[in-house]
């Protein structure tokens, strides 16, 4: 077991106390800030492989991996490379390139896609399928799910109405409770739910979307057979159906999510939004799927959509470096690391007697505190004993790995966290878990 030396965080508490001062909160993306957990947030000033050096010198494994994307680890020298090679031809000149046209064609090789646009965030992605699918369709009701997360998109930052199948209220100030109340917020895994919401308001109801496996409450696998359920409600009702694989796509497996369902089971979403690793750490993201629906963007089409940056040549280039470097031999060590790790935590946190679960799709996972129940959609993923998590989270960060700074957030590893680095995370999980049961 490691002793918990407390590192010193100085120069982060600086840096944090000058970043509130010109910034809301002191961060530029609100769960970096440890408001859930309380302490401070480390400042980052390098990263090599599976591990973080903070600007005070502490070192630490990092299990966020800047929340996916860093899927071969931190610098690695193949995208280092290509990245430096891109620069030096400078960095963007508002036409297109070939690393595009590339990286369309390795998506377009792995996913279910005919066709993809490329945008510089998730939430880009997610906000310009919709406008799609409300454009191809000429209907405007959006379906999501409680729980989902799809970046900030004013439709999809919508919380649950009172009834079953009512349309939403705003999730938060400054989203018009006309753009939420455009959109149905249903209960995740529920067959039901989804039926009745068809049945009420089906011919108007542009697209569902859904995290092709939520990962934003903690990962909560669909149900068997759920995907390819919402596919067809979907086709059935004139809707399309958007599969969000921000965080899954070349992540839960080379080909997200959609290789360990639609893949095997033969269905294919109408559009699909990608992000993270396929930005090998740049903002790139995108969108994509049939070429019929994708023909109706401009300049083919009349839906609308542009970006200065979009497909951006030094961040299509990282991602494309990325993606032929995220071979199958990758996705085997990140699972064989992950089965490590979750191993180790349950029989950790079993002997502390704090009760948990532990649930994963592919190669992701994340660890419910909870009373040991399955976690199938959110008001199952809320009941969790936060204290627990905190104290776990701040004994881990004491000595040295770095976890996402909330109990809702999956755990990711990548193809650098190597022998030393999962050492050295099993060897901090005794304390972290005494410290667990002790809250
Ligand atoms: N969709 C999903 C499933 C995500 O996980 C995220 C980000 N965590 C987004 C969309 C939004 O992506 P971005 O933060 O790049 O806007």
């Not at 690393?99 to 998506?107: F, G, M, R, T």
């Not at 919380?159 to 400054?174: M, R």
């Not at 190669?363 to 008001?379: A, E, I, Q």
């Not at 969790?384 to 790995?401: E, S």
Request: charged content about 15%; aromatic content about 8%; some cysteine.
């Amino acid at each position: 077991m490691t002793s918990s030396t407390t590192p010193v965080t100085t120069t982060s508490a600086a840096l944090f106390d000058r970043a509130r001062a010109v910034t809301p909160g002191g961060v530029n993306s609100p769960v970096r800030a440890f408001n859930a957990v309380g302490g401070t947030p480390r400042f980052i000033r390098s990263a090599k492989g599976a591990w973080l050096t903070d600007v005070d010198g502490n070192e630490y494994v990092d299990l966020i991996c800047s929340w996916g994307p860093m899927l071969v680890g931190h610098a690695h020298p193949e995208v280092q490379a290509a990245v430096a090679a891109a620069v030096a031809r400078g960095t963007s000149y508002g036409t297109p390139t070939e690393p595009e046209v590339e990286l369309a064609e390795e998506l377009v090789r792995r996913t279910s896609v005919e066709k993809v646009r490329f945008v510089s965030s998730g939430t880009e992605a997610t906000m310009s399928a919709i406008r799609l699918a409300r454009g191809f369709t000429g209907r405007e009701i959006v379906v999501k799910f409680a729980g989902c997360y799809h970046g900030h998109v004013d439709a999809l930052l919508a919380s649950a109405g009172s009834g079953l199948a009512t349309l939403a209220v705003p999730g938060t100030p400054g989203v018009p409770a006309s753009s939420a109340g455009l959109t149905i917020v249903l209960p995740y895994n529920d067959k039901v739910a989804v039926t009745a919401a068809f049945a009420e308001y089906g011919d108007r109801i542009a697209c569902l979307i859904t995290e092709a496996a939520p990962g934003n409450m903690g990962v909560v696998p669909p149900a068997p057979g759920f995907n390819a359920f919402l596919a067809q409600i979907c086709r059935e009702n004139g809707a399309l159906f958007i599969s969000d694989e921000v965080m899954t796509g070349f992540r839960a497996s080379k080909q997200g999510q959609w290789g360990l369902d639609g893949a095997v089971e033969g269905w294919v979403p109408d559009l699909t939004t990608f992000g993270k690793v396929m930005g090998g750490g740049f903002p790139a993201a995108a969108f994509g799927g049939r070429a019929d629906v994708m023909g109706h963007l401009s300049p083919e089409g009349p839906v609308y959509q542009a970006g200065t940056l979009s497909g951006n040549p030094v961040a299509t280039t990282a991602g494309l470096a990325t993606l032929r470097l995220a071979t199958d031999e990758v996705y085997a060590h990140i699972s064989a690391a992950g089965e490590t790790i979750k191993a180790a935590v349950a029989a950790e946190l079993t002997r502390a007697g704090v009760s948990h679960t532990i649930q994963a799709t592919g190669t992701m996972f994340s660890v419910f505190f909870n009373d040991g129940s399955p976690v199938t959609n959110f008001p199952e993923a809320n009941a969790q004993d936060l204290p627990a998590y905190t104290a776990f989270f701040h004994a881990m960060l004491d000595r040295g790995v770095y976890l996402p700074p909330s109990a809702y957030e999956a755990w990711f590893l990548s193809s650098a966290h190597d022998d030393a680095a999962i050492q050295h995370v099993l060897d901090a999980l005794p304390a972290a878990a005494d410290a667990a049961a002790a809250a």
